[in-house]
């Protein structure tokens, strides 16, 4: 009776981990889809979903403290509990990182683009797609794929170098430029760190499944 307890309880943990993920992915693409129509309204409609990320976290860790309090689990069991624990924290900072690019929209305001936007978009289809493959490795257990999604760290730092020296660039040849085009940096190196959480995850998956933190890719 007491095992089925415990994988109900972890059912719901996974489940409501899952919810959070979702509001923080809608986050992210609303967050550039307010930069790519300089649309101010979503922008500010992506800061007040902050909030709600917000008690997601603190309610799975609640959940977590008193599983492990209550049916004391251990082994492979407690190892999933730990990473959800973890993931909510990762979860949350990326939903900070949207909130940040949100706030970096807002500052741009209306004034016209410095360029047509190609390789921020194209960030953005990378880390999200990335981190909604290290939320499905993480629900089957799976380290193939979170080997495989950790190994293309390297193709959004590229991105974020590539978009750092063009607008270097701008900057150079035209002051005026500088207060957008650090936005914008900014903004790329907010994608990048969602980037990075992505990889944390795929690094908490392996650890869940093997019990090992030697991660190698």
């Known amino acids: 009776m007491q095992r089925k307890g415990l994988d109900e309880n972890i059912e719901k943990l996974k489940n409501e981990m899952l919810l959070m ?8 693409e609303q967050s550039i889809e307010a930069l790519k129509n300089q649309d101010i309204e979503l922008a ?5 979903r902050d909030d709600k990320i917000d008690e997601y976290e603190l309610e799975l860790e609640e959940m977590c403290t008193r599983l492990i309090a209550t049916q004391q689990p251990v082994a492979k069991d407690l190892r999933t509990i730990i990473v959800i624990s973890k993931l909510a924290t990762d979860l949350e900072r990326i939903g900070d990182h949207a909130c940040n690019i949100a706030r970096m929209v807002i500052n741009i ?8 936007l190609i390789d921020i978009p ?3 289809d990378i880390v999200t797609r990335r981190l909604k493959e290290s939320l499905k490795a993480f629900v089957n257990f799976d ?3 979170a080997h ?3 190994k293309e760290d390297e193709e959004v730092d590229v991105l974020d170098e590539q978009i750092l020296r ?3 660039t701008f900057m150079i040849e035209d002051p005026k430029t500088i207060r957008q085009a650090m936005s914008l940096i900014f903004i ?7 980037g990075d959480h992505a990889t944390n995850i795929c690094e908490r998956v392996i650890y869940m499944t093997t019990g090992d933190w030697d991660v190698s890719y």
């Not at 790329?188 to 969602?194: N, P």
């Open 21 to 28: 993920g979702s509001q923080v992915e809608e986050s992210i």
């Open 44 to 48: 500010e409609a992506v800061l007040e």
């Open 109 to 116: 305001g209306d004034e016209p683009l410095l360029k047509p």
């Open 122 to 124: 194209r960030m953005t």
């Open 143 to 145: 380290v193939e794929l």
């Open 148 to 150: 495989e999604i950790a």
């Open 166 to 168: 063009e607008l270097l």
């Open 188 to 194: 790329s190196r907010f994608l990048e760190r969602i």
